[in-house]
């Protein structure tokens, strides 16, 4: 591995967590990003050769969406993981914002399971806001005919088949589920399908005694929805027919070139880890792109 300095990068992401809170909360994004691409890393999910390649978007993000301040890791919040899990288990009956409570909950958790950064009761209170945030937001719209409307999760009449999510069933999940290109390029449903499930399957494993099959619900309220949706649109053209000439491939340096020009608000980078910890948690090998880039 290059010389990289994690535990820099990490501190960022909590900092990062603490004024998005106090601000913007969408900002959380871009510390999720650092984080999948530390871990990416640290897991070895990609060539060796793409390493620098890496490293360069790491320190293109901190530089353009600097924190103001840097992350005072003091006294350290007891039971910190224990805590949030209980806060974001508490409500867990609808999806909250895509699926964005569990998402940055997770983020954040499995970076300081890697470490010895303390997390702090600031922290922990950044962390309730945000995920309070998101419960308020309601759960997120959804592009029909080129609008964004809000579709109630719970007033929408159930279909299909629930199977426990694990890292085979969000990935054929994703794989499988039919959706018009122009509704995945307005609103990314899709691609937070696939960060969703993985978040809850981790969560599965890593905190059993709080996560069992509890969040399972909410994320089939969203793929209910979505197949309701789909339902609506008049302009269908399924993204298969129309996906790009080039394969995005994540294991290619050409990837993260284009991360690097464009990086959709750090999608980039969680898509890539979400789909390669997913294949690695499988112990599946990726071998075509071409339904992981229908996401992006």
């Known amino acids: 591995m290059i010389d990289l300095d994690i535990d820099f990068y990490r501190r960022w992401a909590c900092q990062k967590m603490l004024e998005s809170s106090q601000s913007n909360v969408w ?11 530390t871990e990416l890393l640290e897991e070895k999910l990609v060539p060796a050769k793409l390493e620098d390649l890496i490293h360069n978007n790491l320190v293109k993000i901190v530089e353009e969406h600097a924190n103001e301040q840097q992350y005072r890791a003091n006294k350290e919040y007891e039971g910190f993981p224990a805590q949030m899990m209980r806060l974001l288990v508490q409500k867990n009956h609808t999806c909250h914002a895509l699926g964005h409570d569990v998402i940055y909950t997770f983020y954040l958790l499995s970076m ?11 922290l922990f209170d950044a962390m309730g ?3 309070g945030s998101f419960e308020a937001s309601g759960p997120g719209y959804v592009t029909v005919n080129g609008e964004n409307i809000v579709i109630d999760p719970d007033g ?25 290109l122009q509704m995945e390029k307005g609103d990314m449903q899709l691609g937070h399908i696939l960060t969703h499930g993985h978040a809850i399957v981790e969560m599965k494993q890593a905190y059993r005694q709080y996560v069992h099959d509890n969040l399972d619900p909410a994320f089939y309220a969203r793929i209910n929805l979505l197949a309701y949706a789909n339902t609506l649109e008049e302009n269908r053209v399924e993204s298969e027919s129309a996906v790009t000439e080039y394969e995005l491939n994540p294991l290619e340096p050409s990837y993260w ?5 464009e990086s959709r608000h750090g999608h980039f980078y969680k ?24 996401i992006l």
Request: glycine letters at 4%; charged letters at 20%.
């Open 156 to 180: 929408v009449p159930y279909t299909g088949v629930r199977l426990q999510l694990t890292p085979e069933t969000v990935l054929d999940l994703l794989h499988n589920f039919q959706r018009p």
């Open 27 to 37: 900002e959380g994004h871009w510390a999720c990003a650092v984080i999948a691409l």
């Open 112 to 122: 300081l399971s890697r470490s010895a950064i303390p997390a702090t009761a600031e």
């Open 271 to 294: 898509y890539a880890y979400s789909y390669l910890r997913l294949y690695r948690m499988a112990g599946r090998s990726p071998s075509d792109f071409r339904l992981f880039q229908r």
């Open 257 to 261: 070139e284009q991360a690097l020009a």
């Open 129 to 131: 806001k945000m995920v």
